[in-house]
């Protein structure tokens, strides 16, 4: 049987990523069937919206999406994000972003979290007014989808043999939405006694996160704080070339590199593919297909090993090089 896959290049360095990601699948032993789907800033230009319903429905039917990344231009007051605007319509309720050592000289060791963002509401509603020269953002944290999340986190947690989750939150300041998913999480804990479960507050988890990485093992915390602790995270094992993503509903998922478009690398064979290597080895875990999402896995880990890199890495190797050198080594 073919898994149904719903391809978005997107903008950017969407298209050189992805473009490299299919060539390295196109050596995995599982059979795609693919359809491409538009979004992003390209596509709002063309057809005056960045995500057309007819997107959004094709991956409704995937099986998973696997998507490069899309420019979100600030300047365009009503502009809709097309990959906050999926996550949102498709309840792909947890984004998850694993952040592992590499056998890179930028990379420190030890470190393997995997952080659970919450990925359809908190300030990322998107429900935004003016009102008399005072902008004001709604953030919406639910018990359903703190409870779900919860729940997804500690039995990722009990089945990948993790040892502790760790509760980030500001909870001490606002105390209500916090307050609430601080309070559904730790009720979720209380049938995980085997996993610890510990609270670090916000501010203090950034500054731990360079401190004492090595620390960490699962971290669940809300859609703003995820994002901007997954992007600090990646810093520490590579930065974001490197740095993969999977958010995950009920029936779906869509598959992409934490980083966004690079339009400066765009189209020049400079992006580094790993990032979204790695969230096709994600995917194919999510369809159950984890031992081919390991050849992947291994035959990244091997050509770093090998000391082949591209060069946000310090390396030397182009996209098309490092894609061809991670072909070679899937055992
Ligand atoms: P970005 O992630 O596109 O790039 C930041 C910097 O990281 C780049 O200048 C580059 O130095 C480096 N970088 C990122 N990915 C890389 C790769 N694969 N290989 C080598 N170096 C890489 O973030 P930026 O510049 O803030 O945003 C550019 C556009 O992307 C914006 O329009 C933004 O809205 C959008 N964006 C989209 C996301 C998505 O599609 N999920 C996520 C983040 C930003
Ligand atoms: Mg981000």
Do not use: W
Not at 27 to 52: M, Q, R, W
Not at 269 to 296: H, K, Q, V, W
Request: net charge neutral; charged share 30%.
């Amino acid at each position: 049987m073919a898994y149904k896959i719903c391809v978005i290049r997107g903008d950017g360095i969407g298209n050189d990523v992805i473009d490299a990601s299919l060539k390295l699948l196109s050596h995995i032993d599982v059979d795609f069937d693919y359809t491409y789907a538009e979004a992003g800033y390209e596509c709002y230009l063309k057809n005056g919206t960045s995500i057309p319903q007819k997107t959004i429905e094709a991956c409704r039917n995937a099986d998973a999406t696997f998507f490069g990344a899309v420019s979100s231009p600030p300047d365009i007051v009503d502009y809709k994000s097309a990959i906050v605007t999926l996550r949102k319509e498709l309840d792909l309720f947890v984004n998850i972003r694993p952040i592992r050592s590499l056998p890179i000289e930028i990379s420190r060791p030890n470190i393997d979290i995997v952080i659970m963002r919450e990925n359809t509401e908190g300030m990322y509603k998107g429900i935004e007014r003016e009102e008399n020269g005072v902008a004001i953002a709604e953030r919406h944290i639910s018990e359903k989808a703190s409870r779900r999340l919860a729940e997804f986190t500690y039995k990722y947690a009990r089945d990948n043999k993790r040892k502790r989750v760790t509760i980030v939150h500001k909870a001490n300041v606002l105390r209500k939405t916090c307050g609430l998913f601080r309070r559904t999480v730790l009720d979720v804990s209380k049938k995980y006694l085997d996993i610890e479960t510990e609270e670090v507050i916000v501010d203090a988890m950034a500054m731990r996160l360079i401190k004492e990485p090595e620390r960490f093992d699962v971290v669940i915390t809300t859609n703003l704080f995820g994002d901007i602790l997954s992007d600090e995270a990646s810093q520490l094992v590579g930065g974001l070339g490197i740095s993969p993503s999977g958010n995950i509903g009920e029936k779906t998922g869509i598959f992409e590199p934490v980083h966004g478009s690079a339009p400066k690398y765009a189209g020049k064979d400079i992006a580094n593919p790993t990032a979204t290597f790695l969230s096709a080895a994600m995917m194919l875990d999510f369809l159950g297909e984890r031992r081919e999402g390991n050849r992947i896995r291994d035959g990244v880990f091997k050509t770093f090993s090998d000391g082949n890199k591209t060069k946000d890495l310090g390396g030397s190797l182009g996209t098309s090089a490092f894609t061809e050198a991670v072909i070679n080594n899937l055992k």
